[in-house]
């Protein structure tokens, strides 16, 4: 039985190569295509981007959501592009990549990255979710508006759930939403919007 080899690249060639049009990451030195997003996906990414730039300018926060920038865990050849990523401008001078890679590795600098997902929710509910907290990002969603995700993440039978994971002694909690709950987020916890909403 042969078996292909395949050359896996460091960031640093994976940050060189990162075309413009698509969307890539980079899962330990394997370059993946993320899938293209559908209407419905595009339109809770957009919603929740409209309703957080609400939240920070009411609140006078130092944040922002970027297009394009990368989370990458410490000491790894991976780099994440989140559907939502909210950066804690006053901490990017710390940053040693966002001047040359608009990438992120300090969990102080990202209060909130929220994941969409789609056919590939195994790397929301298993990969991305361990990487986010060994990172230290206090707050992440997962939004699984279609439920697509496995039973024992959003349950039998499947619905709609939006889970948000809160950093709690280095380690993630979960809470979960379902429609007509009201979203409890700890970084904005007068965000006053319910699971429904978001799914809508």
């Known amino acids: 039985m042969t078996q292909a080899l395949h050359k896996l690249v460091t ?12 969307r890539y990451e980079l ?57 939502v990523l909210v950066v804690n401008q006053s ?8 001047k040359k890679e608009s990438t992120l590795i300090y969990g102080a600098s990202i209060p909130l990255v929220v994941e969409v997902v789609s056919t590939n929710w195994r790397d929301d509910y298993f990969k991305k979710r361990g990487e986010y907290e060994g990172i230290g990002i206090p707050e992440y969603w997962i939004v699984d508006y279609l439920a697509l995700g496995g039973k024992q993440f959003i349950g039998n039978p499947k619905q709609p759930t939006i889970s948000i994971y809160h950093l709690i002694d280095d380690e993630y ?23 429904q909403q978001i799914f809508n």
């Open 27 to 83: 899962h330990d030195g394997v370059i993946v295509k993320m899938p293209q997003p559908l209407g419905g996906h595009e339109e809770v990414t957009g919603f929740l981007v409209r309703k957080l730039s609400v939240e920070f300018d009411r609140l006078n926060l130092p944040y922002f959501i970027p297009k394009t920038a990368l989370v990458k865990p410490p000491d790894q050849e991976s780099a994440y592009s989140p559907d």
């Open 91 to 98: 901490n990017l001078s710390s940053e040693p990549l966002w």
């Open 173 to 195: 909690q979960v809470t979960q939403f379902r429609g007509d709950d009201r979203i409890q987020s700890p970084t904005f916890p007068e965000f006053n919007l319910t699971a």
């Open 11 to 22: 960031f640093e060639e994976f940050a060189k190569w990162k075309p413009e049009d698509g």
